[in-house]
């Protein structure tokens, strides 16, 4: 089941004086979530709605979303866009409601309702890009009613699409965010295998055509060049590209296109691959 982000109450850079400055403060924010979803969360939970949300005294943004419902941006936060904080009857809502929840901000301690329930949702928080808010891990304090003891939760925080690729985050996410793959939709006998002559070929071939009938692999564009040091069956990735060598065909291997989106996702298919095929 895909994890949902909680927003960042906190975050808006109130107030935002120039429509200029909002478009691009939306234009980040709406980059952001589209970048969530290609990493494999779902929705944006807020614990109101948008139109609670202020850019300034008197403009909200849901005002906003629904003056430029056109814009792109503005679809993919108004399809992304859920509440409240916590769904009714989680198995978290209880200690939401029951227990207090402190963020450490500088050199003092304050309620932030987004990073409580991205702590207790065991998700990451996401925001506006505001010069208050420029760390990507935030201490969560959960103090309980019947004692004194605080429980430390660390919660990761997204203002920005670079957030996705930091070491932080994939490491994070490879413990607490299974990749979901995405198949490819061509049948396995029209997927191209693109081999030139040389040493070596029958055995890619053979091994090509076995390759094709994975879900997440689209074709074989090449193969790549004889290289006898090379020693692991994985011996790179680029994009989406994965490249394998066989190490007993004197180190003749191929490339293979797969469906991943990012990083995440092609370091995860070349695990499959590796645990079948090698």
């Known amino acids: 089941m895909k994890k949902d982000v909680c927003f960042h109450e906190l975050s808006v850079p109130f107030p935002v004086t120039h429509n200029e400055d ?10 952001t979530i589209k970048e969530a979803n290609n990493q494999g969360f779902n ?27 056109t814009r792109q941006s503005v679809r993919v936060l108004l399809a992304t866009q859920t509440k409240p904080y916590i769904p009714e009857d989680s198995p978290v809502e209880e200690a939401y409601v029951m227990n207090q929840y402190y963020i450490k901000f500088k050199d003092d301690e304050i309620h932030a309702e987004g990073f409580a329930a991205a702590a207790l949702s065991e998700s990451i928080a996401v925001g506006m890009e505001n010069r208050e808010w420029t760390e990507i891990c935030y201490d969560v304090l959960e103090k309980r ?19 996705f690729a930091s070491q932080s985050f994939l490491k ?24 030139p002559q040389h040493h070596g070929k029958d055995v890619l071939f053979k091994l090509a055509k076995r390759l094709v009938r994975e879900p997440y692999v689209k074709e074989i564009p090449n193969s790549i060049d ?25 180190g003749f291997g191929l490339a293979v296109s797969t469906t991943a989106r990012n990083e995440r996702e092609a370091s995860y298919i070349a695990t499959l691959i590796k645990n079948k095929f090698s």
Do not use: H
């Not at 909002?22 to 980059?31: G, N, S």
């Not at 929705?43 to 430029?68: F, H, P, T, W």
């Not at 009613?145 to 957030?163: C, G, T």
């Open 226 to 250: 004889r290289d006898s040091k090379q020693k692991n069956f994985i011996s790179g990735i680029n994009g989406n590209i994965i490249y394998i060598t066989l190490v007993g065909e004197g």
């Open 145 to 163: 009613p019947e004692s004194n003891v605080l429980r430390k939760i660390n919660v990761y925080y997204a203002y920005n699409p670079d957030f």
């Open 172 to 195: 994070w996410a490879n413990i607490n965010l299974p990749p979901e793959i995405v198949d490819c939709r061509i049948p396995y006998m029209n997927k191209k295998i693109q081999l």
């Open 22 to 31: 909002i478009d691009l403060l939306i234009q980040k924010y709406a980059d």
């Open 43 to 69: 929705k944006v939970r807020y614990e109101k709605g948008v139109e609670y949300i202020m850019l300034r005294d008197d403009y909200s943004l849901a005002q906003y979303l629904c003056e430029n419902s």
